[in-house]
């Protein structure tokens, strides 16, 4: 497979552009780190430092696509929504990733 | 560290009477923060943590607690505790109980003071800067359990607490003379 530059950015024409916000990925990667566990909406906001409103629409960005999955949860007697990254989300990080790794390395 | 090592996770969590249920959020972050105290008090499980955005955090123990389900909730293993691992698991479950707020306060503290050697405030404002959800008065709790579970005083330490305190000792002995 060559690995010229023009090739490797043709390539990135199959992934999600909608994904590359820089929010975007943070929230992305730090959910996907989690498997099915999942992360609250408080602990993304405090670990990652976005407000609310930034922190809010982007998630429900990643939610219509099928990128992410909220629910209620009950923390300490305490009701919490709680992100869990889908299989398509899983997948598009893993493709983000891989063609990222591939961009870093080129040597153009 | 062999395949089984969920086993001994199990044998902790036997030992400590902790009902593991899968589908359960706090239940999970328990697990987790049990592990990562245990580990960070010395005994190797498998699990190393790393900070991720829940603080403090084992991806592989996640994924051996959704693989191994069955045997995490109905506690089986075959796997035994050494008097000392027994003495440790006493230790956390009189200090922590099964609370996940001090819990995760702890391990965190933890995990910041010993692992990334951070100096106490250091690790204070680390904790509170992943945590600022919780209470002044939570921290404060959380940390001093971490402190307790965590950080043993040696003969030494002991020595000079005795001299330190011995003077105030001896005064209220004194006082109860009359």
């Known amino acids: 497979?060559?690995?010229?530059?023009?090739?490797?950015?043709?390539?990135?024409e199959a992934l999600n552009a909608k994904v590359f916000s820089l929010v975007r990925m943070k929230l992305l990667a730090s959910i996907a780190a989690l498997g099915p566990d999942g992360a609250t909406f408080r602990e993304l906001k405090a670990a990652l430092t976005i407000n609310d409103g930034v922190l809010f629409a982007n998630l429900n960005v990643l939610k219509d696509m099928g990128y992410l999955?909220?629910?209620?949860?009950?923390?300490?007697?305490?009701?919490?929504?709680?992100?869990?990254?889908?299989a398509e989300?899983?997948?598009?990080?893993?493709?983000?990733?891989?063609w990222l790794r591939r961009f870093l390395d080129c040597e153009a | 560290m062999n395949m089984k090592k969920h086993k001994k996770v199990i044998a902790f969590f036997k030992e400590l009477g902790?009902?593991?249920?899968?589908?359960?959020?706090?239940?999970?972050?328990?697990a987790q923060k049990l592990v990562c105290l245990l580990e960070l008090r010395g005994i190797n499980l498998g699990y190393p943590c790393s900070i991720y955005v829940r603080g403090p955090y084992s991806p592989n123990l996640t994924e051996d607690l959704f693989s191994f389900k069955n045997e995490f909730e109905n506690l089986e293993t075959s796997a035994r505790l050494s008097s000392?691992?027994?003495?440790?698991?006493?230790?956390?479950?009189?200090?922590?109980?099964?609370?996940?707020?001090?819990?995760e306060i702890g391990a965190t503290y933890g995990y910041y003071a010993i692992s990334q050697n951070c100096d106490p405030l250091e690790a204070l404002r680390q904790v509170k800067r992943l945590k600022p959800f919780y209470s002044e008065a939570q921290v404060a709790l959380g940390i001093s359990k971490a402190k307790e579970f965590l950080f043993r005083p040696t003969p030494g330490?002991?020595?000079?607490?005795k001299k330190e305190t011995?003077?105030?000792?001896?005064?209220?002995?004194?006082?109860l003379e009359h």
Do not use: C
Request: net charge negative; charged share 35%; no cysteine.
């Open chain 2, 166 to 175: 011995g003077i105030w000792q001896r005064a209220s002995l004194k006082t």
């Open chain 2, 157 to 161: 330490d002991l020595e000079e607490l």
């Open chain 1, 89 to 98: 989300g899983h997948d598009e990080w893993k493709r983000i990733k891989s």
């Open chain 2, 18 to 30: 902790f009902a593991f249920t899968i589908s359960r959020f706090d239940d999970r972050l328990i």
């Open chain 1, 1 to 12: 497979m060559p690995e010229d530059i023009l090739s490797i950015l043709n390539e990135s």
């Open chain 1, 69 to 86: 999955r909220s629910e209620k949860i009950t923390s300490d007697g305490k009701e919490l929504e709680l992100y869990t990254i889908t």
């Open chain 2, 84 to 103: 000392t691992d027994k003495e440790t698991a006493g230790d956390l479950g009189r200090i922590f109980g099964l609370k996940p707020v001090p819990l």
